[in-house]
């Protein structure tokens, strides 16, 4: 017979970790084979009896047991309350994590879990908003009637622009939410190891649940889509009863009249035997067909379209095919197009209009931007861009975006970074043009967002290390490295073999740096290579080294990071438990890797050290780990004293004979000082502890049990204590 079918004697099975409010699940499993993969990279006093499970807020002790169930247990004294102690009483944590960060890898921002939402009590339900607060994820774990689900739908909906309901294992609303759409969404939590893994399931009419895990669902404005739903035009519908989708009937030439539309900005696009192509701005950006025989537009003017109509073209841009232009302002050449013109265009053009700077400026202010904002280790807006390029009113088109992005991307080498990447959206994430110009680029992969999130943090981390490294360096050119340099003019003769060989003793100086990873060296050769390249074809081979310095430089961003999370997310996890002076060393170790990747990198840990920065502050009064040992070592002393003399003492007479305020110490300092001073006591000899005794010499002192039990030592009950305190103090005279 397993663990999990005995019958139930373990005391609790799941806790939290980090401290008692933590929303942290763990699941302390069954079975002892699993209890040291379990306690791997923990200690015994990561544990709570959380308040968010509804508990005491105490720490717990992970049992290890080879006859019975594993269980944390309380240590004395106990008074907690909690009811729910089972394997599944973490689950809405489990899920609130789960829901939380699946919404962020959806590039969803402001994600704000709630465990205890207003008229609930602990487990009964679960809120998480994103979108500012706008929309919201119910998930309903308690059973409620049909008449409370409906209120509350509608209170929800109130307060929210968006609603979206998970259903637990023991609710039953999920029929009243069937009859109201079709389907309902259901969430579990289920053993896997030493955690619990939570799946999500689609509820059909007299259909049984299909299951999948949260990584293969997806968020859409109109809600969440399982693999068992699809995301059509007319909203989010069970897959087995979608319709097949039509092909896109081609829409019909709309014919024009001469005087309803303006064509302006007329850029070239391609050109065939048959017609010019044009990309225009017609409000929103258009394309323009001209005969082969017609003048072509010029950027500065304003055009009227002669016989022109209208259509969509298969990229969804609009497309104007005219005869002819008729320019705005100018003589007409016949009479109904003097007509048109003086009836409807009684002036000329705004001469405060500013013209439309040309694609290589546009090009060349983008990239400017781009640069200077990854030499800063930031981001930029779409607005920003404009401002610098003066482009005063106009908008640009998700095309009209990744056309001019591809050209400041060129040269375009294997390996190079997406400089576009450093282009944020109005939420925060990648641009809404950013999977284009990936595509443009020659990504050929269909990303999902959660794919196009990593993908757009993966490569902006990429830029800001190539372009902030070259800025940190002292003889660093004012370009980035990657720029090829002006070549000097071609050398004849002996110069150009000396200047040849110069390269070459460079690029062997380069691939001996590279070898011997010094990246700071390699980096330098390969700059003075660069200034001294003689031909076309050396600049070829610097921008493959060039690349590989890009990615060396990316990867060591990201270990750095990664180096970061891991120590934020431990001091996250043992802050409470560690002294000033160590938490002072961590946070500082910390702040330096911050310091190192930047503000925009290392945002979220920058407020975990900022919070712990504070809570440091409010610590001061707290004794340091050095002034403890200082302390133990008189009190030891001053013990061993007594043990000779045998005899007990009291904390108020310790303080006196050491001369050491200890009355006035927190009672975790006094247990640390006692902890402290016992730890060259022999296992099988009684702690030096036991000889300081309550006021009165009559009764252990209160922290008594506590040391013994941070001492590893075997803790009575309360009701034993007594006992135990008077055999320790009958062993020490014996051993004097």
């Not at 576009?420 to 992969?445: N, Q």
Request: aromatic residues 6%.
């Amino acid at each position: 017979m397993s663990y999990a079918q005995e019958e139930d004697t373990r005391k609790v099975q799941t806790a939290v970790i980090g401290r008692a409010e933590s929303d942290r699940p763990v699941f302390l499993p069954y079975d002892h084979d699993d209890f040291e993969r379990f306690m791997r990279g923990r200690t015994r006093d990561d544990f709570y009896c959380g308040v968010l499970l509804g508990g005491c807020g105490k720490r717990l002790s992970p049992k290890r047991y080879t006859d019975k169930k594993c269980h944390f247990a309380h240590r004395p004294p106990v008074h907690c309350r909690r009811t729910d102690t089972g394997e599944d009483s973490a689950d809405h944590l489990y899920i609130g994590r789960a829901v939380a960060d699946w919404l962020k890898r959806q590039g969803q921002r402001a994600v704000q879990p709630v465990y205890k939402p207003k008229g609930h009590r602990v487990r009964e339900a679960v809120d998480v908003s994103y979108g500012a607060g706008r929309r919201l994820i119910r998930v309903q774990l308690a059973r409620r009637s049909k008449r409370e689900w409906e209120e509350a739908d509608t209170e929800l909906r109130v307060r929210h622009s968006e609603l979206d309901w998970l259903f637990g294992p023991d609710s039953l609303l999920a029929n009243w939410q069937i009859e109201r759409q079709g389907y309902a969404l259901r969430v579990q939590c289920r053993s896997l190891g030493a955690t619990r893994e939570v799946e999500v399931g689609t509820q059909f009419p007299d259909m049984p649940v299909e299951w999948t895990s949260l990584s293969e669902c997806t968020l859409t404005p109109e809600g969440i889509v399982t693999p068992s739903l699809l995301h059509t035009t007319d909203g989010i519908v069970p897959r087995h009863a979608a319709a097949p989708v039509e092909p896109a009937r081609p829409l019909s030439g709309l014919p024009l009249t001469p005087t309803s539309v303006l064509i302006t900005d007329a850029t070239p696009a391609h050109t065939t035997d048959t017609d010019h192509w044009f990309d225009v701005s017609l409000r929103v950006n258009a394309r323009l067909s001209l005969p082969a025989h017609a003048d072509s537009p010029e950027r500065q003017h304003t055009y009227l379209p002669l016989d022109a109509v209208v259509s969509l073209e298969s990229d969804g841009t609009w497309l104007i095919k005219a005869s002819a232009l008729q320019r705005v302002g100018t003589k007409p050449t016949d009479g109904p197009m003097v007509r048109a013109t003086s009836s409807t265009y009684t002036h000329e053009p705004s001469s405060e209009r500013h013209p439309l700077p040309s694609d290589a400026e546009l090009v060349a202010s983008f990239r400017k931007t781009l640069e200077n904002t990854a030499r800063s280790r930031n981001v930029v807006t779409t607005a920003t861009l404009c401002k610098g390029a003066s482009l005063h009113g106009h908008t640009l088109s998700v095309d009209r975006w990744r056309e001019l992005l591809l050209q400041v991307e060129q040269p375009r080498t294997p390996g190079k970074p997406v400089l576009s990447s450093l282009i944020k959206g109005r939420d925060g994430g990648p641009a809404s043009f950013f999977k284009e110009v990936l595509h443009g680029l020659g990504w050929t992969k269909s990303f999902s967002d959660a794919e196009l999130l990593d993908i757009w943090n993966l490569e902006r981390g990429r830029v800001q290390a190539a372009y902030s490294r070259s800025r940190s360096q002292p003889n660093s050119p004012s370009r980035p490295i990657h720029e090829v340099s002006r070549r000097p003019p071609i050398r004849s003769g002996r110069k150009e073999a000396e200047s040849r060989a110069a390269f070459d003793a460079l690029l062997d100086l380069t691939h001996e740096a590279q070898q011997a990873g010094d990246l700071d060296a390699y980096e330098q050769n390969l700059f003075l290579a660069e200034q001294a390249a003689p031909s076309t074809d050396a600049h070829e081979t610097l921008r493959d080294l060039t690349d590989w310095l890009v990615n060396q430089r990316a990867d060591e961003l990201h270990e750095s990071w990664e180096r970061l999370s891991a120590l934020v997310d431990e001091i996250n996890r043992d802050g409470d438990d560690l002294h000033p002076d160590q938490l002072r060393l961590a946070l500082r170790s910390a702040n330096d890797l911050a310091e190192e990747l930047g503000g925009d990198l290392a945002a979220e840990e920058r407020q975990d050290i900022a919070r712990w920065q504070r809570h440091l502050e409010r610590m001061t009064e707290r004794l340091t780990l050095s002034q403890i040992r200082d302390l133990a070592v008189a009190v030891r002393f001053a013990l061993r004293q007594s043990a000779r003399e045998r005899r007990t003492t009291t904390w108020g007479e310790l303080a006196l004979r050491i001369g050491a305020p200890l009355a006035a110490l927190h009672p975790d300092d006094k247990i640390a000082v006692l902890v402290e001073a016992d730890r060259e006591t022999p296992d099988d000899w009684p702690p030096l502890s036991a000889l300081v005794t309550a006021h009165g010499g009559e009764r252990p002192h209160p922290l008594y049990q506590q040391i013994l039990f941070n001492l590893d030592r075997i803790a009575p009950p309360p009701e034993a204590l007594f006992m135990h305190w008077r055999m320790a103090l009958r062993r020490h005279s014996e051993l004097r």
